[in-house]
């Protein structure tokens, strides 16, 4: 069945130190995955996007088809990165598909 | 603002009394999704609409419906709400042929 995984309910860290998110996947064919962040009181929005390869906000996701990951990495925190973050699976089409997500991660950045 | 509009942001209904949330947008996206987000979880699928073809989950409950009169609104209807019904409700967008989803704030359903 095709699932989300991420295993971690929070993540402490402090300012200026690296960030790994963790997100692994089950799904048998070509996954789009993304990243959601939600941040204090703010609407869910779009962080990445792992066709895109691009950094946002200083975040990066590399996804890895052998260990079936697609874990969000920031090098050096910043408090404003506290939120919640969900890794989702896109299903189907593009028009008709639906996202799968996980269950989430709380960044939880200290000054 | 293109963005996506819940109305109302807080619901309060009481156990079996119908109720609807709303959703509009002003980005004209075909595709509208409703999420069901219960407290500590993931959100989860109900239903979405492709311009006017509804695509129902397989394990949405038969008490959840949905109408959407026109590209910018759609609705979540729940004929007889239950306790376990109490969640957050969020609405999303989508273009076709696009994987990325534009959210509403939700609305938070309590069922007293």
């Known amino acids: 069945a095709q699932r989300v995984t991420q295993p971690e309910k929070l993540l402490s860290v402090f300012k200026g130190a690296p960030v790994e998110l963790k997100c692994n996947y089950s799904?048998?064919?070509?996954?789009?995955l993304f990243w959601y962040v939600q941040y204090s009181r703010q609407r869910l929005q779009l962080l990445l996007r792992h066709i895109s390869r691009e950094s946002i906000k200083g975040f990066t996701a590399d996804l890895n088809k052998g260990e079936t990951s697609f874990h969000l990495k920031k090098p050096f925190a910043q408090e404003e990165d506290s939120a919640m973050y969900y890794c989702?699976?896109?299903?189907?089409?593009?028009?008709?598909?639906?996202?799968?997500f996980g269950q989430g991660t709380t960044l939880q950045v200290k000054p | 603002d293109a963005m996506v509009i819940q109305n109302p942001r807080y619901q309060v209904t009481q156990f079996g009394k119908p109720v609807t949330l709303s959703c509009s947008q002003t980005l004209n996206h075909n595709v509208m999704y409703w999420y069901q987000q219960k407290s500590s979880q993931a959100p989860k699928l109900l239903f979405h609409y492709y311009d006017k073809d509804f695509n129902n989950e397989a394990d949405t409950p038969d008490n959840f419906q949905s109408r959407r009169p026109n590209t910018s609104f759609c609705f979540l209807d729940i004929r007889s709400p239950g306790l376990g019904d109490a969640a957050m409700y969020l609405c999303?967008?989508?273009?076709?042929?696009?994987?990325?989803?534009?959210f509403g704030p939700g609305t938070r359903l309590t069922v007293t």
């Open positions: 999303a967008t989508g273009r076709a042929g696009a994987y990325e989803q534009y």
């Open positions: 989702a699976l896109f299903l189907g089409s593009s028009n008709t598909g639906k996202l799968i």
């Open positions: 799904y048998s064919g070509s996954p789009e």
